[in-house]
T-cell receptor, first 114, second 111 residues
Framework: DSGVTQTPKHLITATGQRVTLRCSPR?????VYWYQQSLDQGLQFLIQ???????AKGNILERFSAQQFPDLHSELNLSSLELGDSALYFC?????????????FGPGTRLLVL | DAKTTQPPSMDCAEGRAANLPCNHS???????VYWYRQIHSQGPQYIIH???NNETNEMASLIITEDRKSSTLILPHATLRDTAVYYC????????????FGAGTRLTVKP
């Protein structure tokens, strides 16, 4: 158990819909990262937040957005969903964004868009 | 970015050492080598990391060549539960936690 929690575990929705994925980092960790893992793309970094502010952006679509709240939990919002958005979405956390800090991953949310 | 090259798959007998190689010939002086693994569809699990010295922890050992162009992750006594995809990652730059996961090596430990 990494100490990172994600909800829900599974999500099934239809194309065009909007969903919100939630992540609670390990106690004391200020940084939260979101990753997408699909069958054909592997594990891809989407976005990072540090202490409430966006820190780094990866391959995140404009239809996707994220935020980190004062209690440090984070939400990833996916809108206008397409079939290709079906994937595992992982959240990770670390103590801070500098240096060689280790990222600890949550169990993931499996999203299926029908 | 420094990129990594790993064999797509490897087999190992249970109880034997598993040696997973990684090439990172364009690594920069301030970039670390990280190893993570992913068991089935679980979240990736941190294993070990190093800069230039060899490192050992309760899970594995990391051997980095003197020129830092390659490294080897060693699982000293592989068990069936070590069957997973192992990712070798070079941190893009200090201060940027965008970790680039490649395809990794699928290690299968056989009884």
């Amino acid at each position: 158990d990494s100490g990172v929690t994600q909800t829900p575990k599974h999500l099934i929705t239809a194309t065009g819909q909007r969903v919100t994925l939630r992540c609670s980092p390990r106690s004391g960790d200020l940084s939260v990262y979101w990753y997408q893992q699909s069958l054909d793309q592997g594990l891809q970094f989407l976005i990072q937040y540090y202490n409430g502010e966006e820190r780094a952006k990866g391959n995140i679509l404009e239809r996707f957005s994220a935020q980190q709240f004062p209690d440090l939990h984070s939400e990833l919002n996916l809108s206008s969903l397409e079939l290709g958005d079906s994937a595992l979405y992982f959240c990770a956390s670390s103590v801070d964004p500098s240096g060689a800090e280790t990222q600890y991953f949550g169990p993931g949310t499996r999203l299926l868009v029908l | 970015d420094a990129k990594t090259t790993q064999p797509p798959s490897m087999d190992c007998a249970e109880g034997r050492a598993a040696n997973l190689p990684c090439n990172h010939s364009t690594i920069s002086g301030n970039e670390y080598v990280y190893w993570y693994r992913q068991i089935h569809s679980q979240g990736p699990q941190y294993i070990i990391h190093g800069l230039k010295n060899n490192e050992t922890n309760e899970m594995a050992s990391l051997i980095i060549t003197e020129d830092r162009k390659s490294s080897t992750l060693i699982l000293p006594h592989a068990t069936l539960r070590d069957t997973a995809v192992y990712y070798c990652i070079v941190r893009v730059e200090i201060g940027n936690n965008d970790m680039r996961f490649g395809a990794g090596t699928r290690l299968t430990v056989k009884p």
